[in-house]
């Protein structure tokens, strides 16, 4: 059986760096970096998914911007449809309700942290696209 899965991400940025976030150890994938979000629930859009999920996970209200990019993950029998947005923090202090750790960090930096393998091409395409001068 093939299962597809709506997935949606945040990349946010605040003072140069971006956000990013450790899964919990116990998780699929634990302690690995991703960019913050999760699954689309039944009659949510896209976007009330990601303001959700950020929420939930990390106690902020954040505010949609754009679409950064899409993009099809492969693995075992199930296919995830990843929709990123780039987005802004506009209210909240920051709670590891469901990460390990989170981290700012500059686009430099980011090569120094292990990504889960979908978020790897959401890596690249930050640095092709915002090279840093």
Same mark, same amino acid.
């Given at each position: ?10 990349i946010i940025?605040?003072?140069g760096?971006?956000?990013?976030c ?7 994938? @634990?302690?690995l ?11 949510? %859009? $896209?976007? /009330?998914?990601i303001?959700? !999920?950020i929420?939930e996970?990390?106690?902020?209200d954040?505010r ?26 506009? @209210?909240?202090t ?11 960090v %500059? $686009?430099? /930096?980011?090569?120094?942290? !292990? ?15 915002y090279?840093?001068?």
């Amino acid at each position: 059986m093939y299962i597809v899965k709506q997935v949606t991400a945040a990349i946010i940025k605040k003072d140069g760096k971006y956000l990013i976030c450790q899964r919990g150890a116990d998780d699929e994938c @634990g302690l690995l970096w991703e960019f913050p979000g999760g699954k689309l629930e039944e009659g949510e %859009t $896209l976007e /009330e998914c990601i303001i959700r !999920e950020i929420k939930e996970e990390l106690d902020l209200d954040i505010r949609v911007l754009d679409v950064f990019t899409t993009n099809v993950y492969h693995f075992d029998n199930k296919e995830v449809l990843f929709t990123v947005f780039n987005a802004e923090i506009t @209210g909240g202090t920051m709670k590891l309700n469901e990460h390990n750790d989170a981290k700012w960090v %500059t $686009l430099g /930096e980011l090569a120094d942290y !292990e990504f889960m393998p979908a978020d790897i091409v959401f890596v690249e395409k930050l640095l092709k696209s915002y090279p840093e001068n």
